[in-house]
């Protein structure tokens, strides 16, 4: 026993393809005795690997959501061998209200691991998924893009781990889903996060940056749906050969990668997604808003490579993430 108050409406060690709800109690104005349902679909054949394939940790991501949904839509029970625990929405409140965060108690569900089962709705999902999902599975998926605020270059990415073995096990199934980039990433806050928690279980993790702004294109989406489908396949789940196309690796080496905003006003990018800078030269410029007559200031790359993340609005704060650089190896 978890001590985690979530039910699942649906069972994970019947085979069939059976889809339901995690369903958790959230008593409130509108609902004295309602539920929080987060829809869950759970696809098992025989004994075999466990795919957990997780989207909308974040609300305002939507390649996730999208590409689960048609895989937990179209995939057979006869077409895999051992099982797949489908969740196209982890965070759902903030994905109905389109958010980053949930809407009933500000949780970045992200930043939430390893939860609390006595905690915040956002943390009693996050105690499900480490104590029930996370353990059940040998491999786990999570998408991930830019939400409203950031856009990326679309890649997979597995981080850089103590345990060599596990870090290999992950490039190989980043590798396997075959984004136009792949990266080792860096995390500038991993505390909290679901990569985090999976990793230190020992198991294998990737995660994805497959675009933003808030939206999802069907480039983006087409990127996911043959991830999902390649990482499955990687797996030993589903049978076939591998879709593959020609990827860029990209390295974050180190905190330079960032370029964060002083300042606040309207951005000028000078170059775009996926274009290449050298050391120094500038990458946006912003420009006052309140204003006319004065110099806009430019922000400068502190290393050489390519931008790998923008600021999404065309305004900017103070502090906002501006834009990100990462080394191509
Ligand atoms: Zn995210």
Redesign the pocket.
Known sequence: MTGNPISPTIPFDQDGIHHGFLRLPYSRDDSAWGSVMIPITVVRNGDGPTALLTGG??GD?YEGPIALQELAATLKPEGIRGRVIIVPALNHPAFLAGS?TSPIDQGNL?RSFPGKPDGTVTQKIAHFVDTVLIPMADIVLDF????KTLNFVPFAAAHVLENKDQQAACVAAMQAFNAPYSATMLEIDSVGMLDTAVEQKGKVFVTT?LGGGGTATARSIGIAKKGARNLLKHAGILSGGLELSSTITLDMPDGDCFVFCEHSGMIDPVIDLGDEIAEGEVIARVWQTERTGAAPIEYRAKRSGILMARHFPGLVKMGDCLAVVAKVV
């Open positions: 940790n974040h991501e980053r992200n991930h893009s830019g939400g940056e």
